[in-house]
């Protein structure tokens, strides 16, 4: 089975803080997706990677950034976390579905609730 | 710009229902539909995926039909319980693009 794991289920942070979130997947996909995911909002996308090093702002990128250095790694960072960016992080990833062979069906790992007090 | 509208938003029904959830979509240009199940502060976990090429899948009492020319999908449980309570969400590939859009899902509850 496909498995996306999240380092961290629960963290709490003080604002101005640097807040690291790991996102790792064990089935060498080459997508791999941040979200957030907040009430009455719906999942919005915050930056998505399609290859090492590769990436591309999605919808709300701003305070964020991101890392990917190997295929299976995908980071989120805050780099000064604020009381607004309270919310559960999803991470994701699928094979590239332009690629005849592949399905492109996407896995979430189990989120991250975050708190920035 | 693709869009993604699910309805109802909201579902209460008691067990034992055959239910209907529904997905709309804007652009006909899909190369896949995935249906997705959330319970309350988890991830999403994928029930069905189903290619432009299909018409439906199906896995256990569940059944998922797409109807690319309409701009349709539904997904059909049949005869519900408790444990299907859950957020149900679909998001759809759209050609061209890497990125799946999502609908905002329906909140479904069946209650004993």
């Known amino acids: 089975d496909v498995k996306v794991t999240q380092s961290s289920r629960y963290l709490v942070k003080r604002t101005g803080e640097k807040v690291f979130l790991e996102c790792v997947q064990d089935?060498?996909?080459?997508?791999m997706f941040w979200y957030r995911q907040d009430p009455g909002l719906g999942l919005r996308l915050i930056y998505f990677?399609?290859?090492?090093?590769?990436?591309e702002k999605g919808d709300i990128p701003e305070g964020y950034s991101v890392s990917r250095e190997k295929k299976e790694r995908f980071s989120l960072i805050l780099e000064s976390a604020s009381t607004n960016q309270t919310s559960m992080y999803l991470c994701?990833?699928?094979?590239?579905?332009?690629?005849?062979?592949?399905?492109?069906?996407?896995?979430f790992g189990e989120g991250s609730r975050l708190t920035v007090l | 710009k693709q869009e993604v509208t699910q309805i109802p938003a909201a579902l209460s029904v008691p067990e034992g229902e055959n239910l209907v959830l529904n997905c709309s979509f804007t652009?006909?240009?899909?190369?896949?539909l995935q249906w997705f199940r959330q319970d309350p502060g988890k991830g999403l976990t994928s029930l069905l995926l189903i290619q432009s090429s299909q018409r439906e899948q199906t896995s256990g009492r569940l059944n998922a039909s797409l109807d690319k020319s309409s701009g349709r999908s539904t997904l059909y449980i049949a005869a519900s319980q408790p444990g299907d309570s859950a957020t149900y969400l679909c998001?759809?590939?759209?050609?061209?693009?890497?990125?799946?859009?999502f609908g905002r899902g329906t909140s479904l509850i069946v209650h004993p």
């Open positions: 089935m060498d996909h080459e997508n």
């Open positions: 990677s399609y290859d090492v090093k590769m990436k």
């Open positions: 652009d006909s240009a899909i190369y896949n």
């Open positions: 994701a990833s699928s094979t590239d579905a332009l690629i005849a062979e592949n399905t492109g069906e996407l896995f």
């Open positions: 998001a759809v590939n759209t050609g061209g693009s890497y990125i799946p859009t």
